[in-house]
């Protein structure tokens, strides 16, 4: 959710034209154009007689990333991700250049489950092909998404009861995602491995959907109302935490109250769930820490160089509560890791949800100005928490060049992998 702000300052001719909003736009650093800030997409839809304006709106507004890093830097405390959201929904179904990719994407995420197939033939492709494939070739950047690193934790896949055989009132609820259910269940395995060296078990619900976040980007109101309506119906089956290991999933899921403003019945359906979400790495993080293993004298000359990539959705907005010092603590239980940080801090990779899709230039060119920094520091492992990062970075390793040596892992793969590793005996035992 975004911060609260008074009604008479979340309108759009509120805006002070301070600027403010242009220094953190990661579409602007990479075009420089006045009407890709917050504050060019404010001013132009005051114009309701600018020539053209359907086709004008269609592209700019497109060009937007729903990052909110503007937003969190307005002084007047603007919602500019809900204005341009609205702005959306007048536009037809299938627009602008990359418009049916988009549209096409969403109707995939409208039923999950096909992804299940387009992971395996995904993965058989990149098998076959990346050997091949010379390095600046677009399919094999489309293939490093369905990349399974090495080394990570072994793919499972899961049917809708929960593996462990408990109950709904027992356990950890999980809400999984697209992404971990279906696109990369190693994730999901990882978290299995972490919990359950926490004393307790997940158990998935039957029946989940979308989280809704690409349809009310997309302007889908419907559609994101009818994503949430089912998740909550689903979730309402069980008690106790549920569970998310996605970041984008997991602010969206905490942002249903929204969408049901007008409707108290189901807000408060919505505000019931969602006071139950916890984040992966929060949920770990509160965990009681077990004495580190002590680092070898090698082991301490030979750490593992490691980058952590925030999602903007942790950095910007969750009601004014930010997600980054969690995922580090983590991290710095382990000895034999070397956190890597950005001098000039935290960045957008360009992904976007379906950003990526709509705006494929503008996107490619944040992701690889940010991989140029971060490869920059020599990692061995890139990580992070979102679904949609995590492909985004996929794909700029494979761009850079890079993926024979950076390995590119979710952060509970990552964690599962180490726990794993301390767990092994040691050579003079």
């Not at 242009?22 to 839809?45: D, I, N």
């Not at 390095?135 to 293939?143: K, N, T, V, Y």
């Not at 009601?319 to 580090?328: M, Q, S």
């Not at 382990?334 to 379906?354: K, R, S, V, Y």
């Amino acid at each position: 959710m975004r911060p609260h702000c008074p009604p008479q300052l979340a309108s759009m001719n509120s805006c002070a034209k301070c600027g403010a909003c242009a220094v953190v736009c990661p579409v602007h650093r990479v075009t420089g154009q006045e009407a890709h800030t917050a504050r060019g997409k404010l001013h132009l839809a005051l114009l309701s007689d600018l020539p053209g304006k359907g086709e004008i709106f269609e592209d700019i507004f497109s060009k937007c990333l729903l990052c909110g890093a503007c937003s969190s830097v307005c002084p007047r405390g603007i919602d500019v991700c809900r204005q341009v959201v609205q702005s959306r929904a007048a536009f037809p179904a299938v627009t602008g250049a990359h418009g049916y990719e988009k549209f096409l994407a969403r109707k995939v995420l409208s039923h999950p489950e096909i992804l299940a197939p387009l992971r395996v033939l995904g993965r058989a492709g990149a098998r076959l092909l990346l050997k091949y494939l010379p390095a600046d070739s677009g399919l094999r950047l489309r293939l490093a998404l369905f990349h399974q690193d090495p080394g990570a934790v072994p793919a499972a896949e899961h049917a809708p009861a929960a593996a462990s055989g408990l109950g709904p009132e027992e356990g950890l609820t999980c809400y999984p995602g697209c992404s971990a259910r279906y696109l990369s269940p190693e994730i999901l395995a990882s978290c299995e491995v972490l919990v359950a060296g926490c004393g307790q078990a997940l158990s998935i619900p039957a029946g989940l959907s979308c989280c809704g976040l690409a349809a009310l980007a997309a302007g889908d109101r419907g559609e994101a109302e009818r994503c949430a309506r089912n998740n909550i119906a689903v979730l309402e089956q069980s008690g106790g935490p549920i569970l998310v290991s996605c970041a984008s999933c997991y602010a969206h899921l905490c942002r249903y109250g929204e969408l049901f403003a007008d409707d108290p019945g189901w807000r408060a359906r919505a505000e019931a769930m969602t006071a139950r979400l916890v984040e992966i790495s929060c949920f770990l993080d509160g965990q009681p820490v077990s004495s580190p293993i002590p680092a070898s004298p090698v082991a301490a000359e030979k750490k593992m160089r490691v980058f952590y990539h925030d999602p903007c959705h942790f950095r910007h907005g969750l009601e004014g509560r930010k997600i980054t010092a969690e995922p580090r603590r983590l991290l710095a239980r382990h000895p034999q890791l070397e956190l890597l940080e950005l001098a000039d801090g935290p960045q957008c990779c360009g992904q976007g949800g379906l950003f990526h899709i709509s705006a494929p230039e503008i996107s490619a060119l944040i992701r690889d100005t940010l991989a140029a920094k971060v490869l920059a520091l020599a990692p061995e492992v890139i990580t992070s928490t979102c679904s949609g990062c995590l492909m985004q970075w996929r794909v700029a390793v494979a761009a850079a060049g890079a993926a024979g040596r950076v390995r590119v892992l979710h952060l509970t793969e990552l964690l599962a992998e180490l726990a794993g590793e301390e767990k092994l005996p040691s050579p003079e035992a």
